[in-house]
Nanobody, 125 residues
Framework: QVQLVESGGGLVQAGGSLRLSCAVS????????MGWFRQAPGKEREFVAA????????YSADSVKARFTISRDSAKNTVYLQMNSLKPEDTAVYYC??????????????????WGQGIQVTVSS
């Protein structure tokens, strides 16, 4: 059974940084493409960033481009989301997601097979 466990969330002031981690267990990590999504209060879940299975190709939503970076460490079976220059509008529950046997990055949540439980990120002004 595949499990995704997020960590690293919390409260930070505007302009600060956080790094989210998502540890993946249960299957060969290298067979997954990974993504991050978020859901703010009263809003639908939205795409944040995703990476190809190799990690060499990544894509980010316009709202976070140049501020957030997705990366992966195969030795640790972990994917990261480095978030810099955080804004109050980045406040949301962040979810990591995995697509089995994928190759290229995916931006639609319907394409992902496994999800983490979510972790809160709160940015104060």
């Amino acid at each position: 059974q595949v499990q995704l466990v997020e960590s690293g969330g919390g409260l930070v002031q505007a302009g600060g940084s956080l790094r989210l981690s998502c540890a993946v267990s249960g299957r060969t990590f290298s067979s997954y493409t990974m993504g991050w999504f978020r859901q703010a209060p009263g809003k639908e879940r939205e795409f944040v960033a995703a990476g190809s299975r190799s990690g060499l190709s990544t894509y980010s939503a316009d709202s976070v481009k140049a501020r957030f970076t997705i990366s992966r460490d195969s030795a640790k079976n972990t994917v990261y989301l480095q978030m810099n220059s955080l804004k109050p509008e980045d406040t949301a529950v962040y979810y990591c997601a995995a697509k089995k046997d994928g190759l290229l990055y995916r931006t639609s949540e319907s394409e992902y097979d496994y999800w983490g439980q979510g972790i809160q990120v709160t940015v104060s002004s």
